[in-house]
């Protein structure tokens, strides 16, 4: 997909996102706002000074509206007076660690916040087409080489695995429940995970850890050096939802269901340790060492996707390869730590991806 269809179909179109202010979202957000979107944003306040929302100055420049999505009467009404053509539903408690410390949260937030966004839009007049964000860890992983399927078992060992898998029934529940009534209402659920790049700051997380450890000139200490995840960049799966987003508001029926979004199965495959290692090479600085502790908790050490069905019904592919999409995210942070610019920074490698350059 170029920059160009982008802008041709969501210029001058309203845009609801929740989640505007975390990582994915805030990308999501610039990108269409660039692209001449009428953006309307619903989340927390960003976590930090130096969020990726912060730095690109996206406040400025949408609707931004804090509030949370456990909060059903604030969502409703948000939705109603926006009148949005196209919604993203991101917003969620999106780590594993957290999920074993607050299960509670991480069920209301990823499951009945979900809920609430959905009532929404069952009772909106305006939406078009709902592009609702999962995970690829909604799928019940037996570690398989084999990458996951659409139609696969869904499940969850830890509370975040287990409550994304909970959220895409419930998606399931209305999509065939309420939403086939709206016939103008195109929606499906998206499943990706392990997406990399500039901005991303979360606690437990490869590469905002690698970077903290660079910043203060410490060793990258690694948990689990050995395991692998289907890297990509946070584009790649961006690119995904805003297309499919544009086929569902054009032909609702053929592209209503769930999608997955990720690399190729025959996509090189590279452990965390290659990860921090390529991390050094392009920033500049660094040293690696191995946390021998134990976790208390349980890690899955790989999972993969398989993204036929994108491939072939979207035309969707990835523009930038494992090796690419690591020497982009080292380099945002490289011009982070530098102090370049990082809104233009921003900017430039959404241009570089769309015309498959770095």
């Known amino acids: 997909m170029k920059l160009k269809n982008i802008q041709n179909f969501f210029s001058g179109k309203k845009?609801?996102?929740?989640?505007?202010t975390g990582f994915k979202g805030s990308w999501l957000s610039y990108l269409l706002y660039k692209s001449?979107?009428?953006v309307t944003g619903f989340a927390l306040p960003p976590e930090s000074p130096r969020s990726h929302f912060n730095l690109i100055n996206l406040e400025n420049n949408i609707n931004h509206i804090i509030g949370d999505i456990r909060d059903r009467e604030l969502i409703f009404d948000v939705i109603k007076k926006s009148k949005p053509d196209v919604v993203f539903h991101l917003?969620?408690?999106?780590?594993?660690?957290?999920?074993?410390?607050?299960?509670?949260?991480?069920?209301?937030?990823?499951?009945?916040?979900?809920?609430?966004?959905?009532?929404?839009?069952?009772?909106?007049?305006?939406?078009?087409?709902?592009?609702y964000i999962t995970s690829d860890k909604c799928y019940e992983n037996i570690e398989s080489p084999i990458g996951y399927k659409e139609q696969d078992r869904l499940g969850g060992r830890d509370p975040y695995s287990a409550s994304k898998a909970a959220a895409e029934i419930l998606f399931s529940c209305y999509a065939r429940s309420f939403f086939k009534d709206k016939l103008l209402l195109g929606s499906a659920s998206v499943r990706a995970g392990n997406v990399i790049g500039?901005?991303?700051?979360?606690?437990?997380r490869i590469i905002p850890d690698c970077i903290r450890s660079i910043e203060l000139n410490k060793p990258i200490?690694?948990?689990?050096?050995?395991?692998?995840r289907p890297w990509q960049h946070v584009l790649e799966p961006l690119s995904g939802y805003i297309l499919l987003a544009s086929k569902l508001y054009e032909n609702?029926?053929?592209?209503?269901?769930?999608?997955?979004?990720?690399?190729?199965?025959?996509?090189?495959?590279?452990?965390?340790?290659?990860?921090?290692d390529r991390l050094i090479k392009h920033i500049g600085?660094?040293?690696?060492?191995?946390?021998?502790?134990?976790?208390?908790?349980?890690?899955a050490q790989l999972l993969q996707l398989n993204c036929d069905k994108a491939n072939k019904l979207l035309n969707w592919h990835p523009n930038w390869d494992t090796e690419q999409a690591l020497k982009a995210t080292a380099l945002w942070y490289k011009s982070f730590i530098e102090g370049q610019d990082v809104e233009k920074f921003t900017l430039s490698q959404i241009e570089d991806y769309f015309e498959g350059k770095l």
């Open 285 to 299: 600085k660094g040293i690696v060492n191995i946390d021998e502790s134990n976790s208390d908790h349980h890690e």
């Open 15 to 20: 845009v609801f996102i929740t989640g505007h």
């Open 91 to 131: 917003a969620a408690q999106a780590l594993v660690k957290s999920s074993y410390l607050d299960p509670v949260d991480t069920f209301l937030t990823n499951f009945v916040g979900s809920l609430n966004v959905l009532e929404a839009i069952k009772h909106s007049e305006s939406v078009r087409s709902l592009v």
């Open 252 to 276: 609702p029926i053929e592209y209503g269901g769930s999608w997955n979004f990720g690399p190729s199965v025959n996509e090189k495959v590279f452990t965390v340790k290659s990860v921090a």
């Open 198 to 204: 500039g901005g991303d700051w979360a606690i437990d």
């Open 221 to 228: 200490l690694l948990r689990n050096p050995n395991a692998t």
């Open 36 to 38: 001449g979107a009428d």
